[in-house]
């Protein structure tokens, strides 16, 4: 951070000054002309504010002409008097924050005005830039004036860390059903305030809804990746757990919450909160473009993409995992293995990781190894339908056939109209010579998918099973 320029406050202010920051402490903003002026920042402070932003920016990897722009945007937001609405918060924190070095604020009345500055912030953040899903880089953001939950957090983040707080970003990690480890379901932040209290803040969610929403409870966790069941015996680095102490919307637009250190473990619901340093979050955000990238079928730009992911953190199964995916549908199943073994040596718990690990070698024709990944994938809990669809033809390529039929009537369980489950077992069935169970099996395949009725016939003619498909 660059140095901060205190505000010299003359004798003819310094009544105002006082009853704007007990204002501040109070929570209340709307400050009258003189309190305006007595926490105006001169030009060489904006530019200060300015020049901090920008900074953060080009830290976050977004090329000066972003960094450019988001300032203009940002000046073109005003408060009440007509000046720029981030330079009155920056000033009552410059000087609440002297006053408080020279004992005239406690720390505790000073953390109350830090609390409030944030959710002043929030609100100036939410009422210039809306919502929306599918839109996450700061350029989209400056465009359009919208923006989805990793969008808000990088905001709040860059013009929170410029004003002299101490922001963080989080994001919510959750069970993904799925090969790939998808977009974090949701991103938040955190701020530090200054007595050891911590807030969340949360802009795309009111006080109503968020306590049906992922971040209710749960550690801080910086080493974690998605999985299921993982919440309950995860450790964060810092060893510190965290617990609700106190929760409000401000005008229902966000949401604070106030967090509490304990010293004590406490059983999460299944979602972990990991707060990112700057180049976790750099990480986040090639992350989510790679993402992009290969759902739109730019399979060499999302390699790219995750491949600065891992630069920028080395940690990121996840990154490792997606980027395994990729080479795994292009056919590079020697290169896709060697990410998904780098994903579950950084993270032993992911089960994407090994269900992934399984069909790159199955398709290397090494069906046991193939068995035992599913197998842990299944045990992590990913035990879907397609799982055992998967493990059962690895059964069945290793002539465990009896096997093969266990899997395939476990996925019948999970997903009764799944054809596939029916025709896979159908033809255990009959290499096991069980003619009567293959011939159910084949013909109820058929009513379930009628595309299927030459491959069954082919099984018929096979297996000299006598079908008449219909």
Known sequence: MLGRT?????????QVLIG?????????????????????????????????????????????KVASELVEMVDSWKDAQGQPALTALMAILANSKESCMRGELSEIQLARIEKNVVSQLAR??????????????????????????????QLLYILGNSIDLSVSAIRVIEHVDGPMATVPRHMANTARLADGTTIIVDLTRTGDSFGASA???????????????????????SGRTYTRSGARSIGEVCFIEQLSARGQDLQTDNRIIQVLDRND???????????????????????KTYS???????????????????????????????????????????????????NARFALGLYNKAICDYT???ELGAGSERTFLKRGLAFLKSGQYGRAVADYTRAIELEPKSSGAYYRRGTAYAMLADRARAKEDLLKAVRLDPTLKTQVEQMSDQFELGLTVG
């Open 6 to 14: 205190l505000l010299p406050v003359g004798a003819h202010n310094k």
């Open 20 to 64: 704007a920051i007990i204002a501040a402490i109070m929570g209340i903003f709307v400050l009258n002309p003189r309190a305006a002026a007595a926490h105006s920042l001169a030009p060489t402070d904006e530019g200060v504010l300015y020049g901090q932003i920008r900074q953060i920016v080009r830290e976050l990897e977004y090329p000066d």
């Open 124 to 153: 100036t953040i939410k009422k210039q830039i809306g919502y929306k899903h599918d839109c996450f880089e700061l350029a989209s953001l400056v465009k359009n004036h919208k923006t989805n939950c990793c969008g808000y957090s």
């Open 215 to 237: 971040v209710t409870k749960g550690k801080y966790q910086n080493d974690i990746e998605p999985g299921p069941n993982e919440g309950q015996d995860a450790r964060s680095r």
């Open 281 to 303: 979050l750099i990480a986040e955000i090639y992350f989510s473009r790679g993402t992009l990238y290969h759902s739109s079928d730019r399979s060499a730009e999302a390699i």
């Open 308 to 358: 600065k992911a891992i630069k920028a953190n080395p940690k990121c199964a996840r990154a490792y995992n997606n980027r395994g995916t990729v080479h795994l549908t292009e056919g590079r199943y020697r290169e896709s293995t060697y990410d998904f073994d780098k994903a579950i040596q950084l993270n032993p718990k992911f089960a994407h990781a090994y269900y992934n690990r399984a």
């Open 376 to 378: 842990r994938a299944i």
